[in-house]
C-alpha cells in the first residue's frame, strides 16, 4: 500500500481507521473520503480528504486517478438498524457503493479491503462455534447486502483478478465515535450512561449473547489481513475474526467491578432484538489465525478498564469507584 483512500472515513472504524494509516503510512498518502464536512476535524485536518458520495462513480475514479490510489478500504455503509429502516437506500449505498469502488479497483489496479460482519449470517446458520464456511441466509437488508458483498468481492477476485480482502467484524467498541444505528451499540451506549447517568436500559436482553471487539484490534486487522502474505490466504474475503463473547448482563457486571452503584435495566426493542437473535453467539476464527495469524490482544476487562478510563477523560468524569 503507498497511496489509500478510505471512503466513509468519518464513520465508526474510518474515523479510527484514518490515523492510524495515516501514521504507519504518511499523511499525504491516505485520502479520506467523506459524504459530508461532519466528524472529526483531526480527520480533514491531518491530511487529504474528499468529499464522496460512494454511488457516484465517475467521482470515485477521479480520486482514485488524481491521487494515484492503489488501495481502498471501502468502509460507507449504512448499519443494520437503520438499514432496516431504509432498506431502499441501505441496498443503494451499500451495494452500488461497493460495485463502483470495485469497478474502480479494476480499471485502475487497486487493491480493496472490505469490511462484512456477523450480520451475513442468519437464523439458520449454525450460532454456537460458527464455522468460516456454512450457511448465510441472513433476514437483514443489512445482511443481504453484506453477504452479496462477501460474493461480489470474490467475483470481482476469480473473473478480474482485483485484489480484493476483508472480514466479518463482530460487535465493535469505541470511545472515539458516537453509536451510529447498530445492534451491538449497547455496548459503547452503556459505557456513556455509566459514566454521566449511573445507570443504564438495554435495547437488548439480559442474555443476548454476541461476539464483540475492541476498536484497536478491529483496526489491527484491517492493516494485517491488507499486508498479508497474499500466497497465504486461500479464503481472502470474510475472514469470521473475533475477541471475545458477552450479554448486557456480563458487560453491566464488569463495568461494576470499576463503578459499584451502576446499576441495568431493560427495555427490549423488538426489532434490534429480532436482528441479534438471528446472528452467531460466537464465531470460529480458526481460518484467520491459521492463514495470516490473526490474534485479539483485548478481552473483556482490559476492554471495559479501557473504555472507562479513555471515555471518563473525554467526559470530563470520574472512570473509578462510586461507592
Not at 6 to 14: K, L, M, N, R
Not at 133 to 139: A, E, G, I, M, Y
Amino acid at each position: 500500500m503507498k497511496r489509500i483512500l478510505v471512503t466513509g472515513a468519518t464513520g465508526q472504524i474510518g474515523s479510527e481507521l484514518v490515523p492510524a494509516l495515516r501514521n504507519k503510512y504518511g499523511n499525504q498518502n491516505v485520502i479520506a473520503a467523506i459524504h459530508s464536512r461532519k466528524g472529526d476535524p483531526e480527520i480533514f485536518d491531518s491530511g487529504p480528504s474528499v468529499t464522496l458520495d460512494v454511488c457516484d462513480a465517475g467521482l470515485l475514479e477521479r480520486y482514485v486517478q488524481e491521487y494515484e490510489v492503489d488501495t481502498i478500504f471501502h468502509l460507507a455503509a449504512l448499519l443494520s438498524s437503520v438499514a432496516e429502516e431504509k432498506p431502499n437506500t441501505a441496498w443503494e449505498v451499500n451495494m452500488s457503493g461497493l460495485l463502483n469502488t470495485l469497478e474502480v479497483a479494476r480499471k485502475n489496479n487497486c487493491a480493496v479491503f472490505f469490511p462484512s460482519s456477523i450480520g451475513a449470517f442468519g437464523p439458520t446458520t449454525p450460532r454456537e462455534n460458527t464455522p468460516q464456511d456454512t450457511l448465510q441466509r441472513p433476514n437483514t437488508i443489512y445482511g443481504v447486502t453484506k453477504v452479496s458483498g462477501e460474493l461480489l468481492c470474490d467475483y470481482y477476485f476469480s473473473r478480474f483478478g482485483v485484489d480484493t480482502r476483508g472480514v466479518r467484524y463482530p460487535g465493535i467498541i469505541s470511545h472515539e465515535t458516537a453509536p451510529s444505528g447498530g445492534t451491538t451499540d449497547y455496548a459503547v451506549d452503556i459505557f456513556y450512561a455509566a459514566l454521566k447517568q449511573n445507570r443504564y436500559t438495554s435495547f437488548l436482553k439480559a442474555d443476548t449473547r454476541l461476539d464483540m471487539m475492541f476498536m484497536p484490534d478491529a483496526i489491527r486487522a484491517a492493516l494485517e489481513l491488507m499486508e498479508a502474505d497474499l500466497n497465504h490466504l486461500k479464503h481472502r474475503n470474510a475472514f469470521n475474526i473475533t475477541s471475545f463473547n458477552i450479554t448486557p448482563q456480563e458487560l453491566a457486571e464488569e463495568i461494576q467491578k470499576h463503578r459499584p452503584d451502576f446499576s441495568i435495566d431493560y427495555d427490549v426493542d423488538p426489532v434490534r432484538q429480532a436482528i441479534a437473535d438471528s446472528w452467531p453467539k460466537n464465531m470460529n476464527d480458526l481460518a484467520a489465525r491459521k492463514e495470516w495469524g490473526w490474534n485479539a490482544r483485548y478481552n473483556l476487562e482490559t476492554m471495559v478498564k479501557t473504555m472507562l478510563e479513555k471515555l471518563s477523560k473525554k467526559l470530563s468524569v470520574k472512570a473509578g469507584r462510586t461507592s
